[in-house]
């Protein structure tokens, strides 16, 4: 099987089977963000106690890559600090330039290819800008 074959299969699997869709209790940091370009709209919402996000889901519609994405980020960065999560989301916009970068979380690879489609950027994105967004909320907030 090629390595294009297995991602695509990675992303399907993941906007067929969302991780970590739904919301979570009123205390929750919530950030709504879309994309008018194509549509795509998150609402991501984050436990966030000590530091650490403790949980993270989210709702929204949008095409394979943006809910994905939003899928695999929910779970790559539950149980990581603040700090940690900031960096993933650092390196997937690396990861989004083309640039051969690594996750923990295996799976996050599989997006590698949009960064051949820069109209479809923004759509793997969307809720890293979201968890960027709720993060610094906390931070002011907290």
């Known amino acids: 099987m090629q390595l294009d074959d297995l991602y695509r299969r990675v992303i399907m699997d993941h906007y067929k089977n969302p ?7 009123d205390d929750a940091v919530t950030v709504n963000l879309n ?5 795509d709209r998150i609402s991501l919402s984050m436990q966030l106690a000590d530091g650490i996000v403790k949980q993270a889901r989210f709702t929204g519609e949008g095409c394979s890559i943006s809910l994905s ?5 929910t779970d790559a960065v539950k149980g990581k600090t603040l700090e940690e999560a900031l960096a993933m989301a650092e390196r997937f916009s690396q990861l989004m330039k083309g ?3 690594e996750f923990d979380y295996e799976e996050l690879e599989a997006l590698s290819g949009v960064s051949k489609f820069p109209a479809r950027i923004k759509c793997a994105t969307l809720a890293w ?3 960027r967004k709720g993060i610094e909320q906390e931070r002011q907030n907290g």
Do not use: I, Y
Request: glycine share 8%; charged share 15%.
């Open 19 to 25: 991780r970590n869709r739904g919301e979570l209790a």
């Open 35 to 39: 994309n008018p370009t194509c549509g």
């Open 129 to 131: 800008n979201a968890l």
């Open 69 to 73: 994405s939003a899928s695999m980020m």
């Open 99 to 101: 640039e051969p970068v």
